[in-house]
Nanobody, 123 residues
Framework: QVQLAESGGGLVQAGDSLRLSCVVSGRTFRFNDMGWFRQAPGKGREFVAGMVRNGDTTYGLESVKGRFTISREIAKNTLYLQMDNLKPEDTAVYYC????????????????WGKGTLVTVAS
């Protein structure tokens, strides 16, 4: 069993930065690909960024490339999402996710979800 606990969301102004954290318990990064998804009000959940077991990364949204960075700290079993130059359209609940592969997760088959953390970007 894997448990994911996000933190780091909040209310910020456009142009500010936030770093989201996801503490992973139950299994280490060796066993799962990891990712961040988000769900804006009234919209579906979308893939933001992912990291495979070997540390390679991928980003799912053109709008976040160059502004968001996914990383991990293996010793702390923690996944991060550094978000810079935030925009009002980044407002969403951000979810940490774990699964068998990024490809499968992007197709909607996520094995484990966190409860989410709300990011609100004011203009």
């Amino acid at each position: 069993q894997v448990q994911l606990a996000e933190s780091g969301g909040g209310l910020v102004q456009a142009g500010d930065s936030l770093r989201l954290s996801c503490v992973v318990s139950g299994r280490t990064f060796r066993f799962n690909d990891m990712g961040w998804f988000r769900q804006a009000p009234g919209k579906g959940r979308e893939f933001v960024a992912g990291m495979v077991r070997n540390g390679d990364t991928t980003y799912g949204l053109e709008s976040v490339k160059g502004r968001f960075t996914i990383s991990r700290e293996i010793a702390k079993n923690t996944l991060y999402l550094q978000m810079d130059n935030l925009k009002p359209e980044d407002t969403a609940v951000y979810y940490c996710a774990a699964g068998s592969s990024i490809k499968v997760m992007k197709a909607g088959r996520v094995d484990y979800w966190g409860k989410g953390t709300l990011v609100t970007v004011a203009s």
